[in-house]
């Protein structure tokens, strides 16, 4: 069969972005995080100074940057003029502001106008991929071959996000980390209705599994839609 063109929404903290590369990696399909594009566009506006209440400035800005993304799901990349951002974007002061500029509607056909034609192009090379984000099962690419939404309760997510930005002993730190996920959620909700399964999608609630046990269940719904 082709490799497929697997679209994977869920909120942050899911384990949508390791679940969904490792998924990638053994399909052996090309990884997509859109995330990481709003990140970036994030990240160089804050460098450049931009205004980040004020969309006409932050649209001004995006047009005129170039970002490059790496779909290797074993070593994804992004990078905005030639500058590699892909570990500054995780940063938290990244986290705090990225869904002013998600909001912005351009920004947004900017840059979904991007994920469709990497989409297309892995597509139509026969590569395949796996594209993760929020509205990636609703709006980039509502005719992937296979369609998740990836779930978590909040306490799991929170635990996960804890061990993420401190390790072992992050789990102590989860009420930093409550307002943040939390926060984001609600911001996002506004944008992108991704709490909701849509018609056609499958949902998995990861709460109760290992990362192990995510990515099984991921590959199950590949191989029983695409
Ligand atoms: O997935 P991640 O947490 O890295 O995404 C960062 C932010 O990018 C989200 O909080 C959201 O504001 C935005 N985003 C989006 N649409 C996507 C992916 C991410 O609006 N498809």
């Known amino acids: 069969p082709m490799p497929p063109v697997v679209a994977i929404d869920g909120p942050s903290g899911s384990g949508k972005s390791s679940v ?29 100074g931009v205004d980040l209440s004020d969309p006409q400035a932050v ?3 995006v047009d005129s940057v170039g970002l490059s993304v790496g779909v290797d799901p074993e070593a ?42 990497i989409i297309e192009q892995a597509r139509d ?8 984000g929020r509205d990636i099962t609703t709006v980039v690419a509502p005719d992937a071959d296979a369609r998740i939404l990836l779930v978590a309760s909040q306490e799991a997510r929170l635990r996960r996000r804890a061990e993420q930005l401190h390790g072992a002993q992050g789990a102590q730190r989860i009420e930093e980390i409550r307002d943040e996920v939390v926060r984001r959620d609600s911001d996002d909700a506004q944008v992108t209705a991704f709490l ?6 499958t949902l998995l609630d990861t709460s109760e599994l290992d990362f ?5 269940a991921v590959l199950a719904i590949v191989a029983s839609t695409a």
Not at 125 to 132: C, D, M, N, R
Not at 196 to 201: C, D, H, I, R, S
């Open 20 to 48: 969904s590369r490792a998924a990638a990696q053994r399909l052996d399909v090309a990884y997509l995080d859109t995330g990481a594009m709003y990140r970036a566009v994030t990240w160089s506006a804050l460098e450049a």
């Open 59 to 61: 649209v001004d800005h």
């Open 196 to 201: 909701e399964p849509a018609p056609g999608v």
């Open 76 to 117: 994804p990349t992004i990078a905005v003029d030639d500058v590699d951002v892909t570990e500054a974007v995780r940063e938290s002061r990244i986290s705090a502001v990225v869904s002013a500029v998600a909001s912005v509607p351009a920004v947004r056909e900017r840059l979904i106008e991007m994920q469709r034609s």
């Open 125 to 132: 090379t026969g590569l395949g991929i796996v594209a993760e």
């Open 212 to 216: 192990e046990e995510s990515v099984a």
